[in-house]
């Protein structure tokens, strides 16, 4: 980033910023409906000074790792599967690419009824917005593996061993690693999603308790959270990323 | 029996006892859009152990297809190809090609990428790090070990997939084209590299290009080659002692020939152009 675009990345929000404060000092909107970010400042030091910001964000990010593992480890294998075997392709390609048409949202209610609204179903939600992108993302990378690295490999009798860890896998590397940083911050906007329809802790809890009780600080303050962990996630996967990959012309 | 050693130098006299490539009688035919199409007809050829074979021909002469069936990634075929008597089923690492495009791995480095080459040999594993060194200055990369394929030229990348070719100590190097895809000055420095490394390592080579140029410089003998399908039309033998000079009056005399069997042939009614209307009177 060059100092300039450094100086507008931050600019351009303060501004915003401002712009709403100037709004809720006109006096136009009800203090109530339109919070000025000063006070979803103060309400945001209030709650991580309680530790009860904490608590939410743990109890989210437990919900994510530990739906995320499994989402990705499903989805690598499954990707995998359906890319390698034409049969495997043949026969959960179709349903596959159907269910990935609906809305990981849309399962709430079924979830909801099997597993309840406690932590199984929270997880179970990510693993579900996780495994698809995944799955995809890995599918079209062993797909996209030129045919004629398998030739050098022919050439050079490489053993099957070899061929998946020294060729087939780095040469996956880049399609996965992209469809796993999409998988992550599309994880994080679902679960927060399901928890402000259904929990009873995390952050998206934390909103839909605000808004019940009309407290549209907190309710902003859970906004402002969301996107700054959902920031931090996806350019801590861009930075794997480009660690992973640095063998590519840049 | 009993090799007459005396009157070769030594390096050739290892030479002699491998490399020997007969092919005999090859054809070979694609399905395309369900009907059989032959791209080889034919197909005649004795390599002497040690010898620089070039191959010439307009392009759909088939023979890169030519140089699929000699290294063994394909297996279909009619006739017979031996490498030292045996036949060529599948590839071994007795043959080694290089590609148009060089086919290094991009995450692997110089290094990495010519050691991969000896994964599924017996050489000592502390062995593998000397010999990966010895080709890379063979081809003149010193220095360049941990450089990624994105860092090194065109001409670079190319004698590097040399390099990674020859690790191997393969009976017979097939190059395919290696060349097309650099410019022209880069071109004429790979081509007195491989003249050398050609010379210091006297193992068969055989490279298809349509550089007639190229292929006199390098060849003892010149295959020519006609389309459609692929059949030997010509075999040039260049009665000139390695290593060469580009301005060798034998070398253009030849090129003349050649290119005048490479152009004007007698029109071939499968290669006329239909006029729309005229075709039936």
Known sequence: MTPQSRIAAVA????????????????????????????????????????????????????????????????????????????????????????????????????VIFLGIDEPFKVAIVILAAFFPIALAT???????????????????????????????????????????????????????????????GIGQMMEMGRQMFRIDV?????????????????GAKAVERRATRWRTA | MFPDVRSRPPAEAKAAARGALTIS????????????????????????????????????????????????????????????????????????????????????????????????TDTPKARRAQIVADHIALVNLQGFETAYPHQLSGGMAQRAAIARALVTEPKLLLLDEPLGALDALTRVHVQNELQRIWMAQRSTMIMVTHDVEEALYLGDRVVVMSPNPGRIRRIVDVDLPHPRDRSAPLLHRLKDEILAELTARPADPANLVRLPGREER
């Open chain 1, 12 to 111: 351009a929000p303060l501004v915003l910023i401002l712009l709403w404060q100037l709004a809720c000092l006109s006096g136009a909107f009800p203090a109530q409906v339109l919070v000025p970010p000063s006070e979803v400042a103060r309400t945001l030091a209030a709650l991580a000074s309680s530790g009860e910001l904490e608590r939410h964000i743990g109890e989210s990010m437990f919900r994510l790792g530990l739906g995320y593992v499994i989402g990705a480890l499903a989805g690598l294998a499954f990707g995998a599967t359906i890319a390698l075997s034409r049969w495997a392709e043949a026969a959960f390609g179709p349903f596959f690419l159907a269910l990935w048409q609906v809305p990981v949202i849309a399962f709430v209610p079924m979830l």
């Open chain 1, 139 to 201: 599918f079209d990378g062993v797909r996209g593996v030129p045919r004629t690295w398998f030739e050098v490999a022919r050439v050079y009798r490489t053993r099957l061993p070899d061929l998946v860890w020294r060729i087939l896998i780095p040469a996956t590397v880049p399609a996965v690693l992209t469809g796993l940083r999409l998988a992550l911050t599309r994880a994080w906007v679902v679960l927060i999603a399901a928890e402000l329809l259904a929990a009873d802790s």
């Open chain 1, 219 to 235: 309710v902003l303050a859970g906004v402002v959270v969301s996107g700054v962990i959902g920031f931090a996630l996806d350019r």
């Open chain 2, 25 to 120: 009688d090859l054809d070979k035919s694609f399905t395309i859009a369900g009907a059989p199409r032959a791209v080889l007809d034919g197909v005649n050829l004795t390599v002497k152990p040690g010898e620089f074979i070039s191959i010439v021909g307009a392009s759909g002469c088939g023979k890169s297809t030519l140089l699929r069936l000699i290294v063994g990634l394909d297996a279909e075929y009619s006739g017979e190809i031996r490498l030292d008597g045996e036949r060529i089923a599948t590839t071994s690492l007795d043959r080694g090609i290089v590609f148009q495009d060089h086919r290094l791995f991009p995450w692997m480095t110089l290094g990495q990428n010519i050691e991969l080459a000896l994964l599924n």
